[in-house]
């Protein structure tokens, strides 16, 4: 019996002995945790810092400059896109040729944009979420937030859409511009130059990201966000949405004409409908229309690491106003017959965008997901089972008999690519706005590659199939894309070139 109890003593103290080893253990590993997380907290609050002073050094700069003499410059008229006449008479299918010609082409005119998302849609998608941009401006360093107990959120309107902010109280001293002298400006400058202000810019960003805003959308909200601490069109509020794009990484300019001050935005591309600038070769647009004289004053300094704004573009995540429904339908295929409703606060959108010369810009848009939801599953279902040309005849046939024609000068008064959704939403549409419809469905409903040619007046689109086809084509780097009429052959089915453009040679554009 004793060398029995002696026998659990000795097991019930190697047990305690075990646990308090293990105990020991558990709490120098915890030590060392948290040791680790301190080191590691002060590491990325070093490196925040380090951040931090590199970018106020920079604006510190940035401002020392401002407060030198601008630069005049002379202000160019905006540009109109190239406008040529376009034929008025649609031809049918029986009137249409049928031959197997080989239309030959100058040049491919532009590859896609570095801008636009690396990855397609999956086919038949009616969510856009992994349609994302690539390469948007990014600030010079991160901006980290520091927001105090008593921010809260506030809603901005952007395009008819509620935008949630975090807002903290306005300072006691509220900057106020005493002229827009450079000194004055720059004064302004170094006060923005801080927490309360980098908190705005973060909160701009964030809803780029949330919001999936393009270049030009992130603009106008940081417009909105800027209108709503200075007043609307105030010299303070031009200022405030100059350092909120500065900061966030755009190719920014500031401007002085007599008494107000106005914003110039670089871009490579060609932006019609904006008069614009150039210095050291880059066209910088003045954002404000309204604009009159032909001279301004130009604080023509670069900040580090700044990047020129692109119009590419994919869906943003605007709050859903439905337009009146409207029906489509394809004269061949019965089957095909779709009720469709937009989104106004889209519309409104595209309706303010500015107009591209690119248009891969136009079909990688996609549609949105409201016109997805009513329009993808009746495609769909139609071209279930059917071979590649047989789906493509199917939506070619849909989009060239399913829309009224009309030019833009008739219907817009000027020359004005249509996005696919503003498609389904005017009452009319014209040969480049049929040609980026119909090149977004192939896409995405059959996943066969499109391109688009461009006539001086015209626009028409090639197909590239995985199987033979015959009738008329263009050969394009070794492979075969077959022509697909969407305008100008009402009804006929793929591989008929519209007799007018046989001996003409069109530009290729890639998407």
């Not at 849609?121 to 994302?132: A, D, K, Q, T």
Request: proline residues 5%; charged residues 25%; contains cysteine.
């Amino acid at each position: 019996m004793k060398k029995l109890t002696f026998t659990l003593l000795a097991l019930l103290f190697t047990v305690a002995a075990a646990a308090q080893v293990d105990d020991d253990m558990k709490k120098e590993a915890k030590n060392a945790k948290e040791k680790a997380m301190d080191e590691f907290d002060r590491f990325v609050q070093q490196a925040n810092d380090e951040f931090e002073d590199f970018r106020q050094k920079a604006n510190a700069e940035y401002a020392k400059f401002m407060e030198e003499a601008w630069t005049l410059y002379n202000v160019k008229d905006a540009e109109e896109p190239p406008m040529q006449p376009k034929p008025t008479t649609i031809t049918f299918e029986h009137e249409a040729v049928v031959t197997n010609s080989k239309i030959e082409y100058d040049e491919i005119e532009a590859s896609p944009s570095e801008r636009l998302p690396k990855t397609r849609l999956p086919l038949g998608s009616i969510s856009n979420e992994s349609l994302v941009l690539s390469g948007q401006p990014e600030p010079l360093d991160p901006i980290m937030t520091t927001f105090d107990a008593d921010a809260s959120m506030q809603s901005l309107s952007l395009y008819g859409s509620p935008i949630k902010v975090r807002v903290e109280p306005e300072p006691k001293s509220p900057i106020k511009l005493k002229n827009v002298s450079e000194k004055s400006v720059a004064r302004m400058w170094k006060k923005l130059s801080c927490s309360y202000y980098d908190n705005i810019v973060a909160e701009c960003l964030r809803q780029r990201k949330a919001c999936n805003l393009c270049d030009w959308a992130y603009v106008k909200l940081a417009e909105e966000m800027a209108g709503k601490y200075f007043g609307k069109g105030t010299n303070e509020a031009v200022v405030l949405q100059m350092y909120i794009l500065v900061q966030s990484g755009y190719q920014m300019r500031i401007a002085k004409v007599e008494d107000q001050l106005t914003l110039l935005i670089g871009s490579d591309e060609r932006i019609y409908h904006y008069k614009y600038t150039v210095m050291d070769g880059i066209h910088y647009y003045i954002i404000d229309k309204s604009l009159q004289d032909k001279s301004m004053l130009v604080f023509d300094r670069a900040f580090p690491q700044e990047k020129s704004l692109s119009l590419a573009m994919v869906q943003p995540k605007f709050s859903l106003d439905r337009t009146e429904k409207q029906t489509f339908s394809a004269q061949h295929y019965p089957e095909i017959e779709v009720t469709i409703v937009t989104n106004k606060n889209l519309m409104a959108f595209y309706d303010d965008y500015p107009v591209s010369s690119q248009w891969n810009y136009y079909s990688y848009a996609s549609l949105s997901e409201c016109v997805k939801r009513d329009l993808y599953p009746v495609l769909q279902k139609a071209i279930e089972g059917k071979t590649e040309v047989e789906a493509v005849d199917m939506l070619l046939n849909f989009v060239q008999t399913g829309f009224g024609y009309s030019s833009d000068m008739d219907q817009f008064g000027y020359e004005r690519p249509l996005y696919p959704d503003e498609t389904f939403y005017y009452p009319y549409c014209d040969c480049e706005d049929r040609s980026i419809l119909f090149s977004c469905l192939v896409r995405e409903l059959v996943g066969l590659d499109v391109v688009l040619l461009s006539y001086p007046a015209h626009v028409t689109t090639a197909v590239h199939f995985n199987e033979p086809v015959k009738g008329d084509y263009l050969m394009v780097d070794g492979e075969k894309y077959m022509i697909c009429e969407p305008t100008w052959l009402s009804g006929a089915p793929v591989g008929r070139c519209a007799n007018q453009y046989k001996d003409k040679n069109p530009k290729v554009m890639r998407l």
